[in-house]
């Protein structure tokens, strides 16, 4: 096979996302005020920049306040300034308002903007590409590569053109080098590269385990009378059983559109439990459905979020390159927010290397952007949300009492720092152990089936390409997931990826895995009890195409 070819560049990104982008803004900045040329390239593995984006979201612009300070005269898409704040508590026909003054400061919003942060993305490429930087869309980053010290001197993308049997198609073409002084990782939750690095550099020793959610959002045009340009709602309660973390937001944006997403922390111990259908029953509450009738679903996707917060971070930094945004886990949990965090990384990062190429370094640890980050504000937010998390996690109704005197009483400062003992998937129960869960059918109006939703994400994926949801041992999924949970696979999935099927006499089964349909949550990657599922990036340009989303 041929030998790749390869591109030298100061600074390489692996990730378009909030954290991405600004790390390279930033370095040209820093570039441009210091007169010092310096080539920066940003890798994107969705089809555009924005396009395998999916947040809530209301963004806290402080960070891009002091990135890009004139982000208003430059048309920035932060266009719908939240006006009002609710939040409910949900029983299964009714609801209960929080007043105002008993709400924490994490649930108030006052100026903050109800975005779609794939806009703010395609925003942020504009503005980097007007500084030199080079990004490439549609290119997944595939591999890491490292020098005979053992620091990292870049990343490969993937060979295109290869068929499932992993041999070289007609349109097979070789994958690029991309070498870099540093390699900066943005590749969101669980990134695969990230993953791979936090394994070989041990990164995660000392520190809690990472944990998870999934958040499931739908985009949907409702009637104008019903709409309220930046009313931010979030809710907590029904459907969700109260040992099970999870809530909603409903944002409305602009044109009538709003946001609509449900997220459930993936520590749940219920095999028999759906994230999918749980987020389908939540809108069929009275107090939702109200906002959603006579209104048109446009678009739906679902993305893992890393909420273990302070006690979850990894050390940052290796030879030859960093870990940002939520490749590290910089999610505020509390406030559901990430995009500021992410985005704050990535200058505290940007600013390291900076000063470190202008010292003739490279290939080295840029120990400036931990020390930066431990002397900073971003620190000082994630310090005062960290036992958000761990309370929640103890049951609605004890995490609801803890939070208030947490955030409210000691305004985040408690002399006491509680912990993640437990991995997600170590914490489903046995089958047997377990109560089914049964839920109703999708009446096509609030709620819908799995297929329709993904056919609106836009997935695609070429067919004949190796499959990018790969098995360490294929026995596992019947020997052990469906002996032991009933095959969770098929419920976490919220693009109905994996399904358990059957001879014609219902005998013999086995894991059938649809990886069209995958949105790149990874979601499968996190909580399959065995660890047996690894997600890898598939060809480039491959999975959703979210958009306004």
Known sequence: MAQREAMEYDVVIVGAGPAGLAAAIRLKQLAAQQQRETSVCVLEK??????????????DPRALNELIPDWQKLNAPLNAPVVEDRFLFLTESGSWKVPGFMLPACFTNHGYYVVSLG????????????????????FAAAEVLYGQDGAVRGVATGDMGIGRDGKPTAGHQRGMELRGRYTFFAEGCRGHLGRQLQERYNLRAGVDPQVYGIGLKELWEIKPEKHKQGLVIHSAGWPLRNDTYGGSFLYHLEKNQVAIGFVVGLGYSNPYLNPYEEFQRYKTHPAIRTFLEGGKRISYGARAIAAGGLQSLPRLVFPGGCLIGDDAGFLNAS??????????????????????????????????????????????ELHRARNFKPWMSRGLALGTLMVGVDQVVFGGRAPWTLRHHHADHEMLKAKSEAEPIEYPKPDGVFSFDRLSSVFISNANHAEDQPCHLTLKDAAVPIQVNLELYDAPEQRYCPAGVYEIVRDADGRNPRL??????????????????????????????????????
């Open 46 to 59: 969705g089809s555009e920049v924005g396009a395998h984006i999916l947040s809530g979201a209301v963004m």
């Open 119 to 138: 806009n703010v993305c395609r925003w942020l490429a504009q503005q980097a590409e007007g500084l030199g930087v080079e990004i490439f869309p549609g």
């Open 335 to 380: 406030r559901i927010k990430g995009s500021h965090a992410a985005m704050k990384s990535g200058m505290l990062a940007a600013e390291a290397a900076f000063a470190a190429l202008r010292a003739d370094r490279s290939h080295d640890e840029l120990g400036n952007y931990p020390e930066a980050f431990r002397g900073g504000w971003l620190r000082d």
């Open 512 to 549: 059938q895995i649809n990886a069209q349909n995958c949105v790149h949550c990874k979601t499968c990657d996190i909580k399959d009890p065995t660890q047996n599922i690894v997600w890898i990036a598939p060809e480039g340009g491959g999975g959703p195409n979210y958009p306004n989303m």
